[in-house]
Structures are given as C-alpha cells and as structure tokens.
C-alpha cells in the first residue's frame, strides 16, 4: 500500500458526460501529479501540482482540468467524454517540487470505462 | 524533449532463470533522475528504484540488480533467478531536475515490458 488513495476505483460512463476522480495523498506529501494510462498512449503525464498551485502541465486536453485543495487531495475532472478516455488514471504524490529527486507513490487508480 | 526507450516489448521465461530489461534513455540535461516502477496484474505502480545521473554505480536489491551506464545512456535492470510472483509490467522513468525550468519531476514512461515468468 503507497498510502495514496483514489476514489472511485472504477467508473463507467457515456459520451458527453463529466466525471470527478478524486485522489488524496500520502501524509506529508505536498505534490500531486495525474497520469493517464491507455493501450494506445501508454503512461502520460497529465499535470501536477504543489500546495495549491499548479506546477507543470503534460499532455492535458482543454476538455479536463484539476485543482489542489487546502487539504491536498486533489480532482481531475474530465468533460465531454469520449470514447478514447477510457483508460486508467493514476495519481502519483511526492513530498517535494522543484526537483525531480523524490520518488512518486502511485495510487491503485481509477479505471474509466466511456461507452 | 527526453525520451525512454524499452526495446524488448515482452519476455518469458521460466522460474529461476536470470532476465534483464533493457532501458534506453534520451535527455539534453546532465542532472536526471531515473527510475524503475513494476506494475503487477493488479494494476498499481510499484516504486522499485531511483538513480541520479552522478551516480553510477550498480545497485542490487535482493534478486533486483541495476546497472546504469552514462556512455550508452541505459538503465538495465536485471531479476535474478526470477518467480513466478514476478510476472507483471516494467517500465523504466526518466525526471529531469531542471531548477527555474517547467519540468517538477513529471516522469516520462517507457512503454514497458512485459515480463512472465512460467512455472
């Protein structure tokens, strides 16, 4: 167990609707990165963030976004669904920024099935 | 832009016989840090190791082995005597430390291997 949580694990929706994947991370940990895993991309780097802010940004599309809260669990919220979203998301926590020295703890995932 | 290479798209073996993954890396930076992650059946990401680009030197964990090369930009990681419970997918990371640059530590992925060991 990483210590990282993420909720739901899975999640089934349609096309054209919006869904929020929740992610709290390890105690201690200040930083949050999403990532996406699908069969044609394999794991991409969505984007990050440290204490609130947001740090660094991947291959994100306009159609999702993400925020830190005070507590720093973190939403990914992904809009307008498609059928190629359907892939898994990780969320990975470290304890710093700014470098890349510290290890990520990844979460089990959520596993988003877009029909 | 940096870039992981992991050739080798899948491996079998049998339990007890010796398997190196091979990882190939491509960055500008001279300060990077590398990493391995196992994910099993199950699907999480498993935190094997970290490697900073100063430190050369092999490290061995148990039956995990590493042997990181600065002149062929490679990072191979080797399970000796492998199990069954080894089965799963490997992918090799690569994070550039680029102070006052855009890259936090983001990790960019391999595609992995995957590995099955038989019985």
């Known amino acids: 167990d990483s210590g990282v949580t993420q909720t739901p694990k899975h999640l089934i929706t349609a096309t054209g609707q919006r869904v929020t994947l929740r992610c709290s991370p390890r105690?201690?940990?200040?930083?949050v990165y999403w990532y996406q895993q699908s069969l044609d991309q394999g794991l991409q780097f969505l984007i990050q963030?440290?204490?609130?802010?947001?740090?660094a940004k991947g291959n994100i599309l306009e159609r999702f976004s993400a925020q830190q809260f005070p507590d720093l669990h973190s939403e990914l919220n992904l809009s307008s669904l498609e059928l190629g979203d359907s892939a898994l998301y990780f969320c990975a926590s470290s304890v710093g920024t700014g470098t890349a020295s510290y290890e990520q703890y990844f979460g089990p995932g959520t596993r988003l099935t877009v029909t | 832009a940096q870039k992981v290479t992991q050739a080798q798209t899948e491996i079998s073996v049998v339990e007890k016989e010796d398997v190196t993954l091979d990882c190939v890396y491509e960055?500008?930076?001279?300060?990077?840090?590398l990493f391995w992650y196992k994910q099993p059946p199950s699907g999480e990401l498993v935190f094997l190791i970290r490697?900073?680009?100063?430190?050369?030197q092999n490290e061995i964990s148990g039956r995990y082995s590493w042997n990181f090369q600065k002149s062929t930009s490679s990072f191979n990681f080797t399970i000796t005597a492998s199990q069954v419970v080894d089965s799963a997918v490997y992918f090799c990371a690569l994070s550039e430390a680029q102070a006052g640059g855009t890259s936090y530590g983001k990790l960019t992925f391999g595609q992995g291997t995957i590995l099955t060991v038989h019985p």
């Open positions: 963030y440290y204490n609130g802010e947001e740090r």
């Open positions: 960055t500008r930076d001279t300060t990077y840090y």
């Open positions: 490697r900073n680009s100063f430190d050369e």
């Open positions: 105690s201690g940990d200040l930083s």
